[in-house]
């Protein structure tokens, strides 16, 4: 199923720090003018700058969603591996697998996925791939990035007296940095926990880079707009028609993955039913040269109202889960 296309959602947002915030390089430099701990750096609009790098931003997005799910599910597989109703999230640098083996053989294809935990279905395994993709943030006009450097030690906890320093960091504390989230084949109580970790990384739940723990890393998060695409769909007489298929929809549908599936491959891969949103304000229209159907919503306030909806299929989610 997954090699396949059938519906995906890129969402364009923007992340400004309201604090000092540093991602590191990784290395020092040989040039004794720099500070200890640099920013990374690249070449950008003709010159090297700041950026945000999508492993970065994906690697705190996948632990936050993570405390998500353990917290209003479970930590470990359900006692029948094949019940996809049961909403979990594993320790991906622990975790065995075991339940994705029968014997020394890996099971075929859908039960992998209606085995995995809900997180590894989103952000991947090692047996299957992700499906978040998270670009670069880099800057939207790095003449306006505001960049410091500060001083700091390490302290012994036994005698109070200077363990390592003093070191000096570089922080960037003001800029726009501009990124896009591409979610393939999903389903939308998945955009829905997307949709929760953006809003918690907003608030300042979790922050990004280094020394998060004192309180740097906090960056506030602007909505600009979200694509929601179906590939294998045609629009004809406002109906959404999927080509090979007799299935249609009203042309402000918002339609999670297993809606164009089959009902033996929905049930095979785990895909809730009836997973959709046929009354959304926004009206789909064809894609760039006349093939695909696209819906687009524009602004914060938009792209909430998207959010909002696929939170609602994220809670119906859990309820099912919960109640068996």
């Known amino acids: 199923m997954h090699k396949r296309f059938v519906n995906h959602c890129t969402i364009n947002l923007t992340l400004s720090p309201t604090g000092p915030i540093l991602i590191k390089s990784g290395k020092e430099g040989a040039d004794p003018t720099k500070p200890d701990m640099e920013f990374v750096e690249t070449y950008h609009q003709g010159g090297r700058s700041l950026y945000l790098p999508g492993s970065s ?30 909403i979990w999230a594993n320790d991906p640098l622990k975790d065995p697998y075991l339940y994705l083996q029968d014997g020394n053989k890996k099971l075929p294809a859908p039960q992998i996925y209606k085995r995995s935990s809900f997180t590894d279905k989103m952000f991947g395994n090692t047996s ?38 003093p070191f000096n960091y570089q922080v960037c504390t003001a800029g726009d940095f501009q990124t896009k989230i591409h979610l393939k084949n999903f389903c939308l109580g998945q ?20 020394a998060k723990s004192r309180g740097m890393g906090l960056v506030e998060v602007k909505l600009n707009s979200a694509v929601v695409t179906y590939p294998g769909c045609l629009l004809q007489d406002d109906k959404i028609c999927q080509l090979g298929t007799s299935k249609t929809w009203p042309h402000t549908s918002l339609l999670g993955a297993g809606e164009f599936l089959g009902e033996a491959e929905q ?43 696929a939170v609602k299929a994220w809670n119906h989610m859990l309820s099912v889960g919960a109640a068996r």
């Open 267 to 309: 049930k095979s891969y785990g895909f809730p039913a009836n997973d959709k949103d046929e009354k959304t304000p926004v009206g789909a229209k064809m894609m760039d040269l006349g093939f695909g159907v696209e819906l687009t919503w524009n602004g914060d306030t938009a792209v909430s109202d998207l959010f909002r909806r």
């Open 191 to 210: 955009l829905g926990l997307i949709a929760l970790v953006l809003r918690d990384l907003n608030e300042g739940w979790f922050g990004l880079g280094f």
């Open 57 to 86: 931003l994906k690697g705190a997005i996948r632990a936050h969603a993570e405390r998500i799910v353990r917290t209003v599910g479970q930590d470990k597989p359900p006692e029948n591996p094949d019940n996809a109703d049961k």
């Open 128 to 165: 299957i791939a992700s499906r978040i993709r998270i670009e670069d943030a880099y800057p939207a006009n790095p003449k306006q990035l505001r960049i410091e450097e500060r001083n700091g030690v390490a302290i012994d906890r036994v005698f109070g007296s200077v363990a390592v320093g």
